[in-house]
């Protein structure tokens, strides 16, 4: 059976494969050519991250295929329902990148509250004629302990954050719709295991007492955080989306930090990617990623691992 990994698998992932009979190609074929492509070498699986779309009208389109894997947990570009009423199988790796997802968002948090955004700006302009101007711009930092840390969405991916968070010494809070009490477990190298309860609150009150806030939710018909929500927040709140474009109004975002209503702002992920408003680009409060926040060498590893354990396991029947 052929697997085309269209955006790409882990050595690891590819290694496993091969080792039960899959072909894998890792070809990248562009979005308007995947259909001869998957027709001409008749492929069987299709496998993508959140670059390749794969719609109705490609799956009506290639018979060949049984199965669409994504490599990540969001699974807004892929018509999912239709593919499973379709008899494709569909599945994703909820669980291989959520660790790495979680280290990026404090990566944003640890990096902003100390100005290093803008400091790895200035000082390869200006650190050697205004070294002493600089220490002082940047030298009025603040710590995250002891600051409360909102979550909206308490996932998999918002309970990897909140361990993180327990361990700096920060206060959780959280804002689910599906959830209302999720237990954290936090273990450590010697063995140990502490559980915590969070009980979620209503998003209005996650809003008022956040110092920073991170949202870790899917795909949304409309925006979570915009103006009103913006106006709700604590004078000098600092975000983080590291979710998906599009949950964060960027307009009203800008004109927050621009009032001084947000002081910090993290975005790994934005509304027009891959082309982001350039007033995001060059906004110097702004900490910026280029969707990052899966791509680290281990969670690709599992990615790719999870993905051709899977597909052996449903293909192999």
């Not at 494709?88 to 955004?117: K, Q």
């Not at 949950?247 to 509304?271: H, I, P, Q, S």
Request: with cysteine.
């Amino acid at each position: 059976m052929k697997v085309l990994a269209n955006d790409g698998i882990s050595q690891s992932g590819i290694d496993t494969l091969a080792k039960n009979g899959f072909e894998v190609i890792t070809t990248k074929v562009a979005q308007n050519q995947l259909e001869n492509y998957i027709n001409q070498h008749s492929i069987d699986a299709i496998l993508v991250r959140s670059a390749t779309q794969v719609r109705q009208e490609l799956i009506d389109a290639c018979p060949s295929l049984k199965l669409i894997g994504r490599g990540g947990v969001g699974m807004d570009n892929i018509d999912v329902e239709y593919a499973i009423d379709q008899g494709l199988h569909v599945i994703n790796t909820p669980n291989a990148s959520s660790s790495s997802v979680a280290e990026l968002v404090f990566a944003h948090l640890f990096g902003m509250v100390r100005f290093l955004h803008q400091a790895n700006r200035e000082m390869p302009l200006e650190g050697d004629t205004r070294f002493k101007d600089l220490k002082k711009d940047f030298a009025a930092g603040t710590e995250l302990r002891g600051k409360t840390l909102g979550i909206i969405g308490l996932g998999r991916i918002g309970r990897e954050v909140a361990k993180i968070a327990l361990g700096v010494g920060m206060k959780v809070i959280a804002f689910d719709a599906m959830v209302g009490e999720a237990t954290i477990n936090l273990s450590f190298y010697t063995g140990q295991t502490i559980a915590i309860n969070i009980k979620t609150e209503p998003i209005e009150e996650v809003l008022k007492k956040s110092d920073f806030i991170t949202l870790h939710v899917p795909s949304q018909e409309s925006y979570i955080i915009g103006e009103k929500q913006f106006n709700a927040m604590k004078n000098g709140v600092g975000i983080v989306n590291a979710a998906r474009g599009g949950v964060v109004d960027e307009v009203a975002l800008v004109n927050a930090l621009n009032t001084g209503k947000v002081r910090y702002a993290g975005l790994d992920v934005f509304e027009k990617e891959p082309t982001p408003e350039i007033q995001l680009l060059m906004n110097p409060d702004i900490s910026l990623t280029p969707h990052i926040g899966a791509a680290t060498l281990e969670a690709q590893d599992r990615i790719g691992k999870e993905l051709a354990e899977q597909i052996i396991k449903l293909l192999s029947e």
